[in-house]
């Protein structure tokens, strides 16, 4: 496992860090909701650091389909479920012009198997039996592409909140402070690994 000098926290909303618990671990980045908005400011973030040695770790609250509520998992493989453009010939979430359906640079975490990450605009709330996913957000391919492009090594920590159907808004908002307590504890067992100097700030 790579062991990196500088790690930067991303985060889509200071909500999903309740009492600022993650504040321990390093520089947290909060770019707003959605996959513009990640892009936009991680890009721009990256573009005044020094990435020698960087380490973007993308942390937040996901729904899933199939994953039970209230466990912290990785994510090494993205998908962008926006992304539509088969009457051209291309697979179900594929750019066109673009080879890759699904971003594999995702970094493997110690003792945490890979999940595969669906990125869209649109907060899923419904049930629909042509949209089952493992992990559901708003940002973390937009992410996952913009470290890559950059060439910094990214990884991503989500909780799961919700179910992502019916009850998905309101198990979300109840869910924030034990996301960010779970996230923490994880954080506390991973740093050793991956920040050189014990890792915490």
Partial sequence: ????????????????????????FGDILYTGVGKINATLHLAEALLQRDRRNLLVLNLGSA??????????????RFFERDMDATALG???GQTPYEEHVYLETGLSLPGMPGKTCSTGDRFLAVTDP??????????????AK?????GVPFACLKFITDGADGQAAADWRSSLALATEALAETLARLAPQLWKNEGLK
């Fill in 1 to 24: 496992m790579l062991m990196f000098h500088d790690v930067l926290l991303v985060m889509a909303l200071r909500e999903e860090n309740d009492s600022e618990r993650l504040n321990d």
């Fill in 63 to 76: 729904g899933s389909h199939v994953l039970d509520a209230g466990q912290v998992v990785a994510v090494n």
């Fill in 90 to 92: 291309c697979l179900p």
């Fill in 130 to 143: 042509d949209e089952v996913y493992e992990v559901i957000d708003m940002e973390a391919y937009a992410l």
């Fill in 146 to 150: 913009t470290s890559h492009h950059f």
